[in-house]
């Protein structure tokens, strides 16, 4: 009986909350005339093992608390989850952020599915319409289906157009959201954020979305990568010298030709191996067929997935990253390999070259030999290397999250209908 009542004090507690919160927004507009409004958050990505979206909007929500915008924030995945469901994760913020997210406990006296169910179909509606947001802000592309109605405007973020760019390269069930959800948000968005100007004209040009209502706002380097790596983090069976690829390992990232540039350093006297860093995707037969074809198949390690703390030492050491990706919409593992300083190899198109800018070795990601042979070229030459690190961490300190989340809060606040304080782009 215990946990049943805490559950309903704590669900009690926070309408008091939600009370106190429209109070103090009525308060500081009518009475101080000052500026202020509630944003909802989807933060379902916080819900699943976090990958590039996840810590963007992490890292940014992060920033975002510690800014004095005039701006308050209610987060929100499922309001009520059963007990069996994976817990709230720790948030990124508390000082001007609310998690609205209620897990039924374990021993609970009454039965859980049909109150789950009175909950989510009749208590979180009336919640979200407590709390009286003025925008919907969807960091992953789209809001989450029952997010859509809780905002009076929308503020999307788009973080690349693959699936009208490079439908192929999409799993069909990603593809086929993305399609039928993000151009009706889009059309829907009073602003829209891209993470590069790449982004911004893939959106422009296959969208026919306005420029005037995008904003690029490029991410920032999470902290972790400026840090001394932690050497014992360093998984046991990588070789002592190797080269990288770190991402999720599917078409678009065009793995199988990473796998046959290092089959060619091989064969040029290479005498390291190969390290692929990430969760296995969708329509990998040809990478896999590659990996096992390979004469040294046996000096390739792949690691699933990698604890973010572990990822600087990976890096660090590393003779180069190996990131020939036929489109990003920015391309995180380039700036977090730059903050480590290892050398960067990388396409020459979409928004590797915004990202890795003067630092970075540009090729052609559809033929392996001119991989194989910038990374060749990079081993010969210790004094470029050495260069190249200096120009990447040099590099990599420009794109800071403060920035980014200063230039997100301005575009929510336009949003809102609030007076613009800030700059509203940020481009490095």
């Given at each position: 009986m215990y946990p049943t009542i805490l559950f309903f004090a704590h669900l009690f507690r926070d309408i008091a909350g939600t009370f106190a919160a429209r109070?103090?927004?009525?308060?500081?507009?009518?009475v101080l005339g000052e500026?202020?409004?509630?944003?909802?958050?989807?933060?379902?990505?916080f819900f699943e093992k976090m990958t590039g979206v996840g810590w963007y909007e992490w890292n940014l929500l992060e920033a975002m608390d510690e800014l004095d915008a005039g701006l308050e924030y209610n987060l929100y995945a499922h309001t009520f989850l059963a007990p069996d469901e994976p817990a709230s994760p720790a948030m990124p913020g508390n000082r001007r952020m609310r998690v609205r997210v209620h897990q039924i406990p374990a021993k609970f006296w009454l039965p859980v599915r049909p109150t789950l169910t009175l909950l989510r179909t009749f208590a979180e509606p009336v919640l979200r319409w407590l709390d009286g947001n003025d925008v919907l802000f969807a960091p992953n592309f789209f809001p989450h289906r029952t997010q859509a109605p809780w905002g009076r405007t929308l503020v999307s973020t788009v973080h690349d157009l693959a699936f009208a760019v490079l439908p192929d390269t999409v799993a069909p069930e990603t593809l086929a959201e993305l399609a039928r959800h993000l151009p009706h948000a889009l059309f829907h968005s009073d602003k829209i954020i891209a993470v590069s100007e790449?982004?911004?004209?893939?959106?422009?040009?296959?969208?026919?979305?306005?420029?005037?209502?995008?904003?690029?706002i490029h991410e920032g380097l999470d902290p972790h990568f400026t840090a001394d790596p932690d050497r014992g983090m360093r998984p046991d069976e990588l070789p002592d010298r190797y080269v990288l690829f770190v991402s999720t390992i599917e078409p678009r990232k065009n793995v199988a030709a990473v796998v046959r540039a290092f089959n060619l350093l091989a064969d040029w006297g290479y005498d390291g191996g190969l390290v692929l860093v990430?969760?296995?995707?969708?329509?990998?037969?040809?990478?896999?067929?590659?990996?096992?074809?390979?004469?040294?198949?046996?000096?390739?390690?792949?690691?699933?997935?990698?604890a973010r703390n572990a990822l600087p030492a990976l890096y660090r050491d590393a003779d180069a990253l190996l990131f020939p990706s036929l489109m990003e919409g920015f391309g995180l593992p380039i700036l977090e390999a730059m903050a480590c300083g290892t050398?960067?190899?990388?396409?020459?198109?979409?928004?590797?070259?915004?990202v890795a800018g003067p630092a970075g070795i540009y090729v052609d990601p559809a033929r392996p030999q001119s991989i194989a042979s910038a990374v060749e070229a990079l081993l010969q030459d210790e004094q470029h290397r050495r260069r190249l690190a200096e120009l990447g961490r040099s590099r990599a300190t420009r794109f800071d999250w403060k920035t980014a989340a200063a230039a997100t809060v301005q575009v929510l606040r336009q949003a809102a209908g609030l007076t613009p304080s800030g700059n509203d782009e940020y481009r490095v």
């Open positions: 109070w103090r927004r009525f308060y500081w507009r009518v500026e202020t409004a509630a944003i909802a958050v989807d933060i379902f990505p790449a982004t911004r004209q893939d959106v422009i040009a296959h969208l026919g979305v306005s420029s005037r209502r995008i904003h690029v990430g969760r296995w995707g969708w329509h990998t037969g040809e990478i896999r067929a590659a990996i096992s074809a390979s004469p040294v198949h046996d000096r390739i390690v792949h690691l699933d997935y990698v050398p960067v190899v990388t396409s020459g198109h979409s928004a590797m070259p915004e």
